[in-house]
């Protein structure tokens, strides 16, 4: 038996019986849809992981007190952990699986290797869409203000100094087009 | 395991074990702390290529590896070593961990920052016997005498006009049986070395940054179900009884589990599962509520049973006529908080059952199921995961209950496979912990030199815990080995005298990054650093004063003098800052730190700057790693010593999450400057535990160095700062500790 590493195909079928109050509701990832039903106090980041095993959002705490489950929700940095489900019909959810272009790496996820931004690479996905969720803020201009602004992403294995230096290489690349 | 070996070694026959150990002990006692320092090697094991040296046909290997990949980068030093000598480019080399049930019975667990270390010359052996039975088979294949094919980008390839060439792959392709030949074949030369030493990329870089790598936690299969399982309130807390109560009747439950001591639940979720296990009826026996001061109280140094694990000459007699240094030190608690928590998955089958888990210890833990299902140990297979950080935690099967255990006790109660995930206050809370420490040294400092150390320790357990038989291998080895890691002292002091306590704490103690090397580096670069200025003598020159004169000594230099040309030793530091120094003996590495902080007097805050390491591993395999490791264990070491301590209250560990037990962010984090000393001419060692033990006294002697006052108690919280500070400014003597009520770190005033 091998694991199951590709995401569940759509379904709004439950195994055994819906709850009452159970909502069906249509989630937009990656330039996908996806139909579920789900409680409404369900996380997205439960979504992503249990039920749609899109297991490339970590969930480090799920309090929101540590970025490992950051992904986008409209292009804006957002923590999947105090997120509901519910909430984000509509809206364009992009995660760490969506961030490349097929075979292509986003230049962020180039830089996080040529810089050695990640050890153990738990957190890596999380600091990945917080870095660059940010570069599209562009305020981060100096170093102190990139680790301020980053400094709601914990990394237990500090590989902290190689992700500021592959953040500021895509922010001096020629054409960072994030 | 460990035990054996050394026992082994040491010539201890079975037959005269109990008279010997009891006349022998107290030297005994010592030669297993000289081994446990370092200072002992064990025997090699041969690996057998076909176990683990896959070749595939489309060009590519697939190296399995005992070790586990938790962001040190073995996996991608192994496959160096591997491809140097199998000739094939790095990118086309993939790694697996290999299952409980793949290679063989060797050099398992990934502990000691021993995987390079212990597998250099293995592997490149039996990498070397590989590209040799591809040889003989291409060299019949093509015709040729073997002696004139060239090994060259996973080919063969014939010397001369005539260029033929046969691929690995298509060799594997036709011929299926293979033998390893018994006689030794020549390794590469390494001055032909063209991958080790080389600052390639991770072979898991791809897969880590695009979130296609698959830790514990990730693990799913078809019908996977999610269990959580019913925690102890307090430290001493034990199962009374156990009842259902709301839980059958909640959204997505499966089943409600309840067996001896473990109760839990199965459901379609994990929130559903945590959920309905906080529904069941269940009491516990509380047991005694511990405070932090009994704790403090346990972990002391004095009394009965003190096992002295280091002697040279009569310290104890000179300093009983004659002391002049004396200084006391405490460290607390510390949480390994890796990124990912504790999980597996389980599936049950007919005739056994296999686990995928995020574990540095997979035989531990395939052990611990099989014990705890009533099985075999053949019919569970253990699959090793990424881990999401290990730093020791994963490694606790026998210690604490594993979710290896948990995932598999659940799925086989639902009939299904089952995801056991730990929420993080169960980290926090039901786990183990670094194990608190207490010191007292003592020495008489003449002529700018010390001439006898006495240093006493109390210490939690950190390896005890892991060991079969735990109470009798305490009584016999009378301390424990994994906490007196960095206690051994090797400075060149004529009269040393080391005497530790074995306190075993009531809540679970064990293995963190360096065992005892941070809790012990504290105390004795903090004194050596007092004897100096006691000496009148600059801290590096005293240090440089009293090393040996060995190789030991000599490397030791080595590191001290790059890191202090490389951080401006000597030079006025910038204003308002100072630098501290500090360096460690570490399982054949030697390292030396220099830190350089600031100080905010009125929040008694630490700032860290800049760190400059310097390190020797012995022959690099890839710097990138070293580096990365450094990097790694000075954020570690610095967050820890500045802000990490977990406390108990009425019975249990307070901190219950990453908003109470503050981590440092990437906005703490210093410059850190990396000097590698590379040799090739000796074994490499291990880098990634030896660069934490210097933080915490580097980053003292720097506060003494800018204040004229000495911390003593990690970590050093702006509590404790500002009371040193108090003490400094009222010219009051200053104390251990003030009392330790509900500890809180303030991050902002």
Redesign the interface.
């Known amino acids: ?5 590709t995401n569940k195909a759509t379904s709004s079928v ?3 019986d819906a ?1 009452a109050g159970d909502c069906a509701i249509t989630l937009h990832i990656n330039g996908r849809d996806y139909a579920l039903t789900v ?1 409404p ?3 997205l980041l ?1 979504a992503l ?3 749609l ?1 899109l ?9 929101g ?2 970025g ?1 489950c950051t992904v986008h929700i409209n292009g804006e940095r957002a923590l999947a952990c105090l997120t509901l489900a519910v909430m984000q019909q509509g809206h364009e959810i992009t ?3 969506g ?2 272009e097929g075979n292509a ?1 986003h230049p962020l ?1 180039q830089a ?3 810089q ?1 931004g ?8 999380g600091q ?1 869409m917080s870095a660059a969720a940010l570069v599209r803020e562009g305020r981060a201009r100096t170093d ?1 203000e ?3 602004l ?15 230096d592959a953040i500021v290489a895509v922010l001096e690349a020629p054409d960072a087009a994030v | 395991m460990k035990f054996r070996h050394l026992l082994t070694a040491l010539g201890v026959a079975s037959s005269g074990v109990a008279i010997t150990i009891l006349v022998a002990l107290p030297a005994l006692r010592r030669r297993i702390a000289a081994a446990m320092a370092g200072r002992f090697a064990l025997p090699g094991k041969q690996l057998d290529p076909l176990s683990w040296i896959q070749v595939l046909p489309d060009e590519r290997i697939r190296l399995l590896v005992p070790k586990a990949e938790m962001g040190q980068g073995a996996h991608t030093g192994l496959a160096q070593i591997a491809a140097e000598e199998l000739e094939v480019p790095l990118d086309r080399v993939e790694v697996a961990h290999a299952s409980t049930q793949q290679g063989e019975n060797k050099y398992r667990g990934t502990f000691g920052s021993a995987s390079i270390h212990d597998l250099y010359d293995p592997l490149r052996r039996a990498a070397a016997t590989m590209r040799e039975m591809l040889r003989a088979e291409a060299a019949l294949r093509l015709g040729v005498p073997p002696e004139t094919l060239v090994a060259r980008d996973g080919r063969f390839e014939t010397i001369g006009r005539a260029q033929r060439g046969i691929s690995y792959s298509a060799l594997v392709d036709e011929k299926t049986r293979w033998q390893a030949p018994k006689e030794p074949v020549a390794l590469k030369s390494p001055d032909q070395f063209k991958v080790i030493g080389q600052p390639l990329p991770r072979v898991d870089g791809r897969a880590k940054v695009t979130g296609q790598a698959i830790f514990g936690q990730d693990t799913r299969v078809e019908g996977v179900l999610y269990g959580a399982v019913v925690r102890p309130p307090t430290i001493e807390a034990e199962l009374l009884s156990a009842q259902p109560g709301q839980a059958p009747t909640m959204p997505g439950v499966v089943t409600v589990v309840i067996e001896d001591g473990f109760a839990g639940v199965v459901a379609e979720t994990s929130a559903q599962a945590r959920a309905a296990r906080d529904a069941m009826d269940v009491t516990w026996t509380k047991g005694r509520l511990w405070q932090q001061a009994d704790l403090e109280e346990l972990v002391t140094v004095g009394g009965a049973h003190g096992v002295t694990i280091q002697r040279a000459g009569n310290a104890h007699s000179i300093l009983a006529q004659d002391t002049t240094l004396r200084a006391e030190y405490r460290t607390g608690m510390v949480a390994h908080a890796s990124m990912e928590t504790q999980a597996a998955l389980a599936v049950a089958g007919t005739s056994g059952i296999t686990v995928w888990t995020s574990t540095q210890a997979e035989t531990f833990t395939a052990r611990q199921v099989a014990q705890a299902l009533g099985l075999n140990v053949r019919q569970v297979e253990v699959i090793p995961t990424f881990l999401g950080g290990g730093f020791g935690r994963k490694a606790g099967d026998t210690v604490v209950s594993s979710a290896a255990v948990e995932a598999a006790r659940l799925a086989r109660a639902a009939g299904a496979p089952v995801h056991v995930g730990w929420e993080r206050r169960e980290e926090f809370r039901n786990g183990y912990v670094r194990p608190m420490t207490h010191h007292k040294l003592a020495a008489r400092v003449r002529g700018g030199r010390i001439e006898a150390v006495a240093w006493q320790e109390a210490s939690g357990d950190s390896v005890l815990g892991f060991t079969p038989h735990r109470e009798l291998v305490a009584r016999v080895v009378g301390f424990d080995p994994g906490a007196t890691r960095g206690a051994w002292i090797y400075y060149n002091i004529p009269h040393r005298a080391t005497t530790v306590w074995r306190r075993r704490m009531p809540l679970a103690t064990g293995q963190w990054r360096g065992l005892g090397l941070v809790p012990n580096l504290f105390p004795i670069e903090s004194f050596m650093d007092e004897a100096a200025h006691a000496a009148g003598q600059d801290p590096l020159h005293f240090r440089l004063a009293h090393l040996s004169s060995d190789e030991d000594g000599r490397r030791m230099a080595a590191v001290l003098t790059a890191a202090a040309e490389r951080a401006g030793w000597g030079t006025t530091p910038p204003a308002g800052r100072a630098r501290g120094l500090a360096c460690c003996y570490y399982h054949g590495t030697v390292v030396a730190e220099i830190a350089e902080i600031s100080l905010d007097e009125v929040a008694g805050r630490i700032r860290l700057h800049r760190v400059v390491a310097a390190i020797d591993c012995g022959r690099v395999i890839n710097p990138h790693q070293v580096r990365g490791q450094v990097k790694g264990c000075v954020v570690m070491g610095a967050s820890s010593a500045l802000m990490e301590e977990l406390t108990v209250k009425d019975g249990r560990v307070v901190a219950g999450g990453l908003d109470e037990y503050l981590l440092f962010t990437m906005a703490d984090t210093p410059a850190i400057d990396t000097i590698i000393l590379n040799r090739p001419d000796v074994k490499p060692s291990g880098c990634g535990e030896a660069p934490i033990g210097p933080l915490a006294p580097a980053i003292g002697n720097a506060f003494y160095a800018l204040t004229g006052v000495r911390l003593r108690h990690l970590p050093m919280t702006p509590q404790r700062v500002l009371a040193a500070l108090a003490c400094r400014r009222d010219d009051q003597p200053l104390p251990l500790d003030e009392p330790m009520a509900r500890h809180r770190n303030e991050r902002n005033l």
């Open positions: 038996m091998s694991l199951r590493t439950q195994p055994g709850t409680e106090r369900v996380t439960d992981r249990e039920r095993l297991t490339g959002t970590k969930k480090g705490c799920d309090h007190q540590c490992a995660t760490i699986e961030l490349a790496l996820q996080f290797i040529a050695d990640f050890q153990c690479g738990f957190c890596t996905p990945i102190d990139i680790r301020e980053m400094s709601g992403n914990i990394c237990r294995c500090g590989a902290y100094n190689g992700i500021v």
